[in-house]
């Protein structure tokens, strides 16, 4: 073996060793993740704290079939990745690998590859109508890649169960491109042995095809929840906009974009440039519409939000949109009352989820899970986000603001002030006005750091804090 290639597997087996000691200190109730990969810690910390996985689990877990409820999109999706793995197929046989396509819940559909591997695999539950959800097994590069939004490799000892240490595997999931929701995940997998360096080449280049197939879906949508609107505008007088299925805003009218925020009738088809509303109540309300439009398509529904206008909530009336008996979005109408009365929140939202949590990382290689309350602000630094807290400067577990701000998106809480900021209203202390009408927040925290506002985010700064 030559020198280099010999320092290589030296270094791989130390690493290796160091990960395996990591687990088991972990596994015992340590927090101490000194070396592990901070994807791979974070994984582990779901996998004990929040699923309460055994890490001695032996057995993978049969799916559960009657859970199992497949999209028209996931159809496509399933279509699209039988075709990738059965391409590659081949090659990751001639490495000794086995790969899989698995739905949203990680239940594996199908499996191809080596023979024997394959063998070892089905012996260990790695095969059709198994679930390798994180929250039935823990750490995996399935699970984990439908809990992340890139490519997972997962090697040996970083699984949280013991039983799949002579494993590693690599998986990305492919997600709706407008609710960011998975849908599916493709996955290689090597009998003790390392995936072939070009694995997450692989995996990545197959999740870009199918994705692209479901992008020119989604826009293809997004015309026809545009002709539904301009349908419906003329016939009614009442404030319009077409949302997508996650709430982001397709259209709208002259005095609906002055209520949410956005762009007056300037049509966002593609949903890489739809318009986020400054009203989080709105958004909450489009999700639960969604929600129940999958289940009754014949439904329609109204609740009351508080806008930045008044204080005195609204009264809106969401009417679904279905193209070819699947939904595309909702038309929302301000002072309209159709169909169920749905609950209004007391956040003024609509159904709010559970309590957030910003996963930070210390120095040393240990996570911090921060209520949303510390959470003063978080500042992009290139593809790095860093989060200004009660306890100091840390940075974000994530990559990008853009995600960060998706994921905070329905607290109601945070607002995008300038590409690079996106800050807690509440933590805000003081507002400047400098002499060209331009905006600074002074926020709460002892140093009172003060963040630009941009021109274009000034209106919405303006309506979210009453000024």
């Known amino acids: 073996m030559p020198g280099d290639q010999r320092l290589q597997s030296i270094s791989r087996d130390l690493n290796r060793t160091e990960v395996y000691g990591a687990w088991e200190r972990f596994v015992q109730g340590d927090d101490d993740v000194y070396g592990v990969r901070p994807e791979v810690a974070i994984s582990w910390q779901r996998s004990r704290d929040q699923y309460h996985i055994d890490p001695y689990l032996s057995e993978v877990p049969n799916a559960a079939v009657s859970q199992v409820v497949h999209s028209l999109d996931q159809d ?240 809106i009336g969401i009417r679904p949109v279905f193209l070819h008996n699947t939904l595309i979005g909702h038309l929302i109408s301000f002072g309209a009352f159709v169909g169920e009365q749905f609950p209004q929140a007391e956040t003024g939202g609509v159904l709010l989820g559970p309590s957030r949590r910003v996963v930070a990382l210390r120095e040393e290689n240990r996570m911090v899970l921060l209520k949303t309350s510390e959470v003063t602000m978080a500042e992009a630094d290139g593809s790095e986000v860093w989060l200004l807290t009660d306890d100091g400067r840390m940075r974000a577990a994530l990559s990008g603001l853009d995600k960060l701000e998706n994921d905070l998106s329905d607290t109601g809480s945070f607002l995008r002030v300038h590409r690079q900021y996106l800050v807690n209203l509440s933590r805000i202390r003081e507002v400047e006005r400098r002499e060209k009408g331009e905006l600074v927040l002074v926020m709460d925290n002892p140093e009172h750091t003060m963040v630009p506002v941009s021109r274009r985010n000034i209106r919405a700064v303006r309506r979210a804090l009453s000024i």
């Open 76 to 315: 496509v999706v399933f279509t699209e990745l039988g075709f990738c793995a059965a391409a590659m197929a081949h090659e990751v046989a001639s490495a000794g690998g086995v790969v899989t396509v698995a739905d949203a819940g990680g239940r594996i559909l199908t499996a191809w590859g080596d023979k024997n591997t394959r063998s070892i695999a089905t012996a260990g539950g790695l095969a059709p109508w198994f679930c390798w959800s994180e929250g039935a097994v823990g750490t995996n590069s399935m699970g984990t890649a439908l809990e992340t939004r890139r490519a997972v490799m997962i090697r040996q000892s970083e699984h949280w169960c013991q039983a799949f240490h002579e494993w590693s595997c690599g998986g990305v999931a492919v997600r709706d491109v407008v609710t960011r929701e998975p849908l599916a995940v493709l996955n290689i997998s090597c009998w003790r042995s390392d995936l072939p360096s070009s694995a997450r080449k692989w995996l990545e280049s197959a999740a870009i095809h199918t994705q692209n197939s479901l992008r020119r879906r989604a826009r293809d949508s997004g015309s026809e929840l545009l002709a539904a609107y301009v349908h419906a505008r003329g016939r009614s007088k009442e404030p319009l906009v077409a949302v997508d299925t996650a709430g982001a805003v397709v259209i709208a009218d002259d005095r609906a974009s002055v209520i949410l925020g956005v762009p007056a009738n300037t049509p966002a088809v593609d949903p890489a440039v739809r318009w986020t509303p400054q009203l989080p109540p709105l958004i909450h309300a489009a999700r639960y519409a969604t929600k129940r439009a999958h289940s009754d398509p014949s439904w329609t529904g109204s609740t009351q939000i508080f806008t930045l206008l008044s204080n005195e909530p609204s009264s």
